[in-house]
């Protein structure tokens, strides 16, 4: 089992920037596929980054493609997403997700992944 911190939520302004972390206990990150979701309120959650289990292929949604970018350091057995451009509309909870081994395609719904973390809030004000 996996179990995992998200941090580095805030209130920031459009287009600033802000990086979110996702620590993990337990086994490594290698061993997992790994995604970012958000959940707006009253919204459902849905999907914004993803990497594959070992070859850490990487697809991130419409509205975060360029503007948002994955990453992990193993060392710290800890997962990034950087954040930039920021709009109102990605203002929301961001969780971050794991789940033991897949396939080389990114997995990109609520439903295949297994270990969730408590989520961390991202406010972007126009």
């Known amino acids: 089992q996996v179990q995992l911190v998200e941090s580095g939520g805030g209130l920031v302004q459009a287009g600033d920037s802000l990086t979110l972390s996702c620590a993990a206990s337990g086994r490594p990150f290698s061993d997992y596929a790994t995604a970012w979701f958000r959940q707006a309120p009253g919204k459902e959650r849905e999907f914004v980054a993803a990497?594959?289990?070992?070859?850490?292929?990487?697809y991130y949604a419409d509205s975060v493609q360029g503007r948002f970018t994955m990453s992990g350091d193993s060392a710290k057995n800890t997962l990034y997403l950087q954040m930039n451009a920021l709009k109102p509309e990605d203002t929301a909870v961001y969780y971050c997700?794991?789940?033991?081994?897949?396939?080389?395609?990114?997995?990109?719904?609520?439903?295949?992944?297994?270990?969730w973390g408590q989520g961390t809030r991202v406010t972007v004000s126009s």
């Open positions: 997700a794991a789940d033991y081994g897949g396939t080389s395609i990114p997995a990109t719904t609520v439903s295949e992944y297994s270990y």
């Open positions: 990497s594959s289990w070992l070859v850490g292929n990487k």
